[in-house]
């Protein structure tokens, strides 16, 4: 099993930026990849960014250019840096770890971003 827990979601007007954590416990040396999902209202969760060892990005044409996705791997933790925010960015913001034997998701942390 693996553990996530994000951190770092709020309000912010359009334009500005914020700083997403996950901290990862539990069998972490099984993950292969790391990643973040968005869920708005309505809508299905869509991966907007992922990282794999050793430390490949991708992310959606949507955020791509805006968002960024990072990882210590010393404190088992995951970033996903979000700048120019839109109001299509407002979501439930999830942490995703794929590892050998499942997929896992954390409880998501709200984004919300006024126009």
């Known amino acids: 099993q693996v553990q996530l827990v994000e951190s770092g979601g709020g309000l912010v007007q359009a334009g500005g930026s914020l700083r997403l954590s996950c901290a990862a416990s539990?069998?972490?040396?099984?993950?292969?990849?790391m990643g973040w999902g968005r869920q708005a209202p309505g809508k299905q969760r869509e991966v907007v960014a992922a990282i794999t060892l050793p430390d490949n990005t991708n992310y959606a044409d949507s955020v791509k250019g805006r968002f960024t996705i990072s990882r210590d791997n010393a404190k088992n933790m995951v970033y996903l840096q979000m700048n120019n925010l839109e109001p299509e960015d407002t979501a439930v913001y999830y942490c995703?770890?794929?590892?050998?034997?499942?997929?896992?998701w954390g409880q998501g942390t709200p984004v919300t971003v006024s126009a």
């Open positions: 539990g069998s972490i040396a099984f993950i292969r990849v």
């Open positions: 995703n770890a794929k590892s050998i034997v499942g997929n896992y």
